[in-house]
């Protein structure tokens, strides 16, 4: 069954540095998403992207953050100067054309920020 | 936004139905009911969804009362495996973001 993948599975990264966190969507999904999950809390929404462009994003998605689809194949997300509140489990997740499919989520990427 | 209200925790034991249930009284007309599960260590996970009919797939049962504010997830027959969170998610129409609750923590004992 096709998936999401998401790499590194750990990045650990000095305060005030860039980290860009890549994904690889499902292959014929056209929309995608990024997600974080502070430890021990709610899974939060960040930004949903389609047709090279921001659809949605959240008041978390703050200047900081970007993000881009490099090729056809991957969806990254950027994170400028990481702050230690950066600290997080970021999901990506894709889904087809139909409206209300479900989302398909990567495991994420454990960001740790020192 | 319409919310969903679930117990914060539930225990079943292995080889048992399970009955996950959720509250959802101020759902809209056009809102479909997802359900998703994260299990530890890994992205949330599709389970089922519905608007009004019960449905079935492999993984699992969706019940939906007659006047929609209420539904349950059943697993028919609980593994180890099924341990996880839980998320009863309404969808709204247009909103294509997924807003995450607190959920049910599941526990199962073997």
């Known amino acids: 069954e096709p998936e999401v993948t998401q790499t590194p599975s750990h990045q650990v990264t000095q305060m005030g540095q860039e980290v860009i966190l890549r994904c690889v969507p499902i292959s014929n999904h056209l929309y995608f998403y990024w997600y974080r999950q502070i430890l021990g809390q709610k899974v939060e929404f960040l930004v949903s992207f389609y047709n090279n462009e921001i659809s949605e994003k959240s008041e978390i998605f703050d200047d900081q953050f970007s993000v881009e689809r490099p090729d056809g194949s991957n969806f990254t997300l950027k994170i400028r100067s990481t702050k230690l509140e950066d600290s997080a489990m970021y999901f990506c997740a894709s889904r087809g054309t139909v409206y209300n499919q479900p989302q398909h989520f990567g495991d994420g990427t454990r960001l740790s920020i020192l | 936004d319409a919310k969903t209200t679930q117990p914060n925790s539930m225990e079943s034991n292995e080889e048992e139905p399970v009955h996950l249930p959720c509250n959802h009284s101020?759902?809209?007309?056009?809102?479909?009911i997802h359900w998703y599960r994260q299990l530890p260590s890994q992205g949330p996970e599709y389970v089922i969804h519905g608007l009004t009919s019960n449905v079935n797939n492999r993984m699992a049962s969706l019940a939906i009362a007659e006047d929609r504010k209420s539904s349950t997830l059943i697993l028919h027959r609980a593994t180890l495996r099924d341990a996880a969170v839980y998320y009863c998610i309404l969808r709204m129409n247009r909103d294509d973001k997924i807003i995450f609750g607190k959920g049910t923590r599941l526990h199962i004992l073997p």
């Open positions: 101020t759902i809209s007309g056009t809102d479909y």
